[in-house]
């Protein structure tokens, strides 16, 4: 197939090569070249980001050459799944798809919505950022970490979390021995580096950020930093979540005051928040308070994570249900949110686990 449609381009070229431009063919016949080399040929090669012949060809790359033969090496390479208005396929930054999930969603916390929202959109709409977006997630288990950040993944990339522009490292997972610490460091950093060569914008995603030791944090704290590159490579257009249970506690104290003042928790504001837990992770044991990345400032928002109450769990519960294709009335809604176990003991106020086990928890009333 592929040399029934190569043949007319190669004659087109030799009886038209006096009418368009040699150095515009060379050009995009170089990246051709190096896409068959080594995506469909599986060769050797390593990606350069800032390499014309590694960047999809855009706009008229050769004017004067007949349009039937332009559209149809188009269609072709397109019909590989490589072809893209932004030039990376992998790469979406659907904005506006990531307020809608936000929203609908994500229930109960109105501050992630409007933080995340306003981080991850200013970071895409300034690609002159001077440092690369740095979160850290903070809040009870089953709260919403770990789903507003598969969110992001599958808003900004066209595959999600599994994207290959997408790393997730599980700390006691990928770096459970304290001995193993320098051989960690250079996989961590080889791993970076790698990923940050290959795609154009990425995104890292450290859960139990909390356990991580502050000598791998440090390892990787450069590539956080305010540099034009390290060592040859720019880590501006990269995303980085931290996400920890630290300060969950100190975020449960602050909404059940508004409760019992007879404040709405959606009056709950950073303000409230921020400080406490920036200072809350300085003095807690673990790689944060112990490594330059807090000392130097380089998280750009710590974002809080309300405790879910009984309403919030009822509608993960419908959540739940909905993506099995089923319905629930009110009446089981209740039921699944009523078994699961509320604190403090006193005001039963809010979900002990979250919505964590609620898609788990729905078996038990299905018919």
Not at 55 to 74: A, C, E, K, N, R
Not at 197 to 222: N, V
Not at 311 to 339: I, N
Request: proline share 5%.
């Amino acid at each position: 197939m592929f040399v029934r449609w190569l043949l007319p381009l190669i004659c087109a070229l030799s009886a038209e090569a006096d009418i368009f431009p040699l150095d515009s063919i060379s050009n995009v016949s170089t990246y051709y070249f190096n896409y068959f080399y080594c995506n469909i040929w599986e060769g050797e090669c390593q990606p350069h980001q800032d390499d014309a012949t590694q960047q999809v060809p855009v706009g008229d790359l050769w004017p004067g050459f007949p349009q039937d033969y332009t559209s149809l090496l188009h269609q072709w390479y397109c019909s590989l799944g490589q072809c893209c208005e932004s030039g990376d396929c992998r790469i979406t930054n659907n904005v506006t798809g990531l307020a809608k999930d936000l929203q609908t969603k994500l229930h109960g916390q109105h501050l992630v919505q409007s933080v995340v929202l306003k981080a991850i959109q200013g970071f895409i709409n300034n690609p002159e950022s001077n440092k690369p977006l740095t979160l850290s997630f903070h809040g009870w288990t089953g709260t919403g970490k770990n789903f507003v950040a598969r969110i992001i993944a599958d808003n900004l990339y066209r595959d999600g979390v599994k994207s290959e522009c997408v790393r997730l490292f599980i700390a006691p997972f990928h770096f459970p021995h304290a001995r193993l610490l320098d051989t960690y460091k250079g996989q961590l950093r080889e791993a970076i580096r790698d990923l940050v060569l290959r795609c154009p914008q990425t995104l890292f995603i450290f859960d139990e950020a909390e356990k991580l030791h502050p000598g791998l944090i440090d390892a990787i704290k450069p590539y956080m930093d305010h540099y034009d590159n390290v060592d040859g490579v720019s880590y501006r257009r990269a995303i980085f979540i931290f996400l920890s249970n630290i300060g969950g506690a100190t975020i449960n104290d602050v909404a059940l005051d508004f409760w019992h003042s007879g404040q709405n928790r959606e009056d709950i504001g950073m303000e409230d928040l921020e400080h406490r837990l920036r200072a809350e992770t300085l003095e807690t044991q673990g790689g944060f308070a112990q490594s330059e990345l807090m000392a130097d400032h380089l998280i750009d928002f710590f974002v809080p994570f309300l405790p879910l109450e009984y309403r919030h769990v009822k509608l993960c519960a419908r959540d739940a249900y909905t993506a099995r294709g089923l319905e629930a009335d009110e009446a089981t809604l209740d039921e699944v949110a009523k078994a699961m176990l509320y604190v403090p003991k006193e005001e039963r106020l809010f979900s002990a686990q979250g919505c964590k086990s609620i898609p788990q928890r729905i078996n038990f009333f299905l018919p």
